[in-house]
């Protein structure tokens, strides 16, 4: 697979992608752990025999996105009243049964609806110095149209490539197996949906290859119906499992030390309530429009707002890392030349897919 060589294209073309968040990805709550500090550093290489089956052995994190918090949260629900949590730890647990099966040891964050704090999560994949950490999410936004599969790796992609394979690997099977191999995908950073310090389950496992899976909406009404089906959660626990096989039977990289090669200032996007709200709907249209205008000088700095509005609005779409890839042209063409330049550099960290 030329993987990383097509990473490389990314990064050194300037020409990367991005997205939006986990509306509800219980990733809420990150911002609270982004003053306590990354976890410790376990860096090193992930490599073991390559002979047999590539699950033999490995150690793997599983993580059911949030949990316990029914009584009093109704942010993270269907309109059929299916939640999240609920739908993860049904495919999560099922997870677990097919790697356990292929003799991998793994290690669930939780196994009941009951609240897990994100650093314990996170350290869970450290401490057990695991092959990987897989953290299963599904997702919701104001646009009850908008399913798709989105996985996020942490911090810059050409300091944690590993993840970035991770992801890859998580995209094309997630698309394959739940969307017939249609549709777009996103792989982005973290740091595209809390852009100052990306989510709190994975800086908390930085230095193990790691992922946050969000296979789909349930804020899609069909979507929602697919998801209280065993056999559908099943399917998509297997569309995992083949990718952690992809995964492991590719050598990677050793993960770098954070922000040891690139920093970049965070971009603000809209917190996760605003983008639930119906002005946010409108991230497509005023991403087509914004693209549209810009062929005229005359219309650059309406197309310039619409393009920022619609990545503000939904900052991890599959068309977010173009809009930016936008953005960085019309600035450059406005004389802004640096400020363009540090746009294409995180559109090459943060976005790798569509
Ligand atoms: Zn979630």
Known sequence: M????ALMMTILCAFPIMNQSDAQDGLAGDAQLAAAGSASQHLGPQEKP???DPLDGRVIVVDPGHGGTAEYDDFRVGPAGEREEWINLRV??????????????V???RTEDVEVELAERGQLAVGNEADAFISVHHNATADPEVNFPIVYFHGNASENQASV???RAMADRMKQYLF???GPVSVVSDHTIFPAAGTGVLRNSYGIPGVIVEASFFTHPEEEQRLRDPDYNRLEAEAYVMALEDFFFQRHPDILEKYSTVQLPPFEVFQEAERMEPAAKRWKEDYLEGMRLMDSDADLEKALELLTRSVRSFPDSWVAGQAHAARAEIIERLGRKEEAETIRRRVAEFYIVP
């Open 2 to 5: 030329n993987l990383l060589k």
């Open 50 to 52: 390559q002979a047999g």
């Open 92 to 105: 999560a647990l099922k997870l677990r049964e097919m790697l356990q099966k292929r003799n991998a040891k």
């Open 107 to 109: 290690i669930m964050t």
């Open 165 to 167: 394979m991770l992801a």
């Open 180 to 182: 017939e191999g249609t």
